[in-house]
């Protein structure tokens, strides 16, 4: 199963949601890696900091087109999932990540101008079906998530495309922040709250994923 987290605006949370969700696979007994895809390689990083003892999440960098599409096939042999935390760009390789995923997540803060940066993604996400030559299932993640009208309305300006958004969310939390400089998931974190909500779409997620396979 290869997961990719993408978005063509920076700053949604892409490699955090990529961190989590890869520590609540491991915790579960999943063989999961991610192909660190951004630049910043901020799941490189975090991976350096994991302490050995903890379940193990393998971070691979792949930043050119050809080789992510080799590679990302490989590792989607050795593993059970694969966790792709992709770049914030209108690039050939944002087309890839999408190409090559069983399921794409687009994390969307509730700001208009995540919703601008999300009509251009929707244009690509249809190129790359087109590409494919096939439907690729996708799914919008709002991201620090206030319960505002504004979250509300972003919600609801999702749900007019063809979509579908989780109904779970993530909410602004400092453990998030701090989960992360420990090489840390919050799941394995001392925040109750950022624990089960990470949790509970974790569960949401495997819903998903369960329904994807029985279609395969």
């Known amino acids: ?46 991976s350096g900091l994991r302490d050995e003892a903890l379940p193990g999440v393998p971070v691979y960098v792949l930043n050119d087109g050809v080789e992510l599409s080799k590679n990302v096939k490989h590792l989607n042999d050795s593993h059970e999932v694969v966790i792709i935390d992709g770049t914030p760009s209108l690039s050939q390789v944002t087309s890839k990540i999408i ?9 969307i803060q509730p700001s208009g101008l995540d919703i601008w940066a999300t009509e251009k ?20 993640l709002i991201n620090q998530n206030q319960s505002t009208n504004l979250s509300r309305e972003v919600k609801d300006v999702l749900e007019q495309t063809e979509i579908p958004v989780f109904k779970s969310s993530l909410r602004t939390r400092i453990a998030y922040r701090e989960a992360v400089i420990k090489g840390l998931g919050v799941f394995e974190y001392k925040d109750e709250k950022a624990k089960q909500e990470i949790a509970d779409l974790f569960k949401e997620l495997q819903t998903i994923i369960r329904k994807l396979n029985k279609r395969k």
């Open 1 to 46: 199963m290869i997961i990719s987290i993408t978005s063509l605006k920076g700053g949604v949370g892409k490699s955090t949601i990529a961190q989590n969700l890869a520590v609540c696979f491991a915790h579960t007994k999943y063989k999961v890696c991610i192909v660190d895809v951004d630049t910043n390689q901020s799941s490189l990083r975090w």
């Open 99 to 107: 190409v090559l995923a069983d399921l794409v997540i687009i994390p």
């Open 121 to 140: 993604f929707l244009e690509r996400y249809k190129d790359a079906e087109v590409q494919k030559e096939s439907p690729i299932p996708a799914q919008f």
